[in-house]
């Protein structure tokens, strides 16, 4: 899913920056105001793990690939969609200035599918499961595979406007690719990690995300 420098025009690539940038400025200001000695060990964790899981691609084919993303449950575990927007932002300019995985230019249509989309999507999706009671760890599961799998449609179609896709192989290719890794890995592994902490260390979640948990 990290689009490449070549994939996208300078023009378009310059629009998902000017969208990501406020995005990312809130990212900083909602660590500056709940970032505390609790969630620093915890985000730099999560840091570290995501990195480690988007180590994993799968060739697509058309000069793409698939892999984990990890916004879901960063923002899951600490709380807020915010959350995941900072880790992402942080990983992928670790990813695409040192490892050279994503390009320089795309990075903030990285950003926006990886970080802001996923996290977003995925966060919100899992609140409004919880709200009707649905267990934790199956909330995580459909919060984290949502996230994946609508980020890698709205990829697709930033690349159809680049002229790299062609709409419907694009959208075949990584909405069928990132559906399935949803499932055996992003969705999986998300539950299991929230529905461990929940388990152990239920005060590191907000207390309405472990209401369930409490009550068994």
Not at 104 to 122: D, H, K, P, R
Not at 185 to 208: C, F, K, M, N, Q
Request: hydrophobic share 60%.
């Amino acid at each position: 899913m990290h689009i490449p420098d070549a994939f996208l025009p300078l023009s378009h690539a310059l629009i998902y920056w000017i969208i990501a940038i406020p995005f990312i400025l809130m990212s900083l200001k909602w660590a500056r105001e709940e970032l505390d000695d609790l969630k620093i060990p915890l985000l730099a964790a999560l840091a570290a793990a995501i990195f480690a899981i988007q180590a994993m691609n799968i060739p697509i084919g058309m000069g793409t690939s698939g892999h984990m993303v990890g916004a879901a449950m960063a923002a899951i575990i600490l709380g807020s969609p915010w959350a995941g927007v900072l880790l992402l932002t942080l990983v992928l300019i670790v990813q695409s200035f040192v490892f050279g995985d994503g390009g320089v230019t795309a990075l903030g249509a990285n950003i926006l599918n990886m970080g802001i989309i996923s996290g977003f999507v995925g966060y919100y999706t899992f609140v409004a499961l919880k709200k009707v009671n649905l267990n934790i760890g199956v909330a995580a599961f459909a919060g984290a595979w949502l996230g994946l799998f609508i980020s890698a449609i709205v990829c697709s179609f930033e690349m159809t406007l680049s002229g790299i896709f062609p709409l419907v192989g694009g959208l075949i290719a990584m909405g069928t690719y990132h559906a399935i890794i949803g499932v055996i890995g992003e969705g999986l592994i998300t539950a299991v990690a929230v529905s461990a902490i929940a388990s152990a260390r239920p005060d590191l979640l907000p207390e309405t995300f472990t209401g369930d948990v409490h009550n068994e």
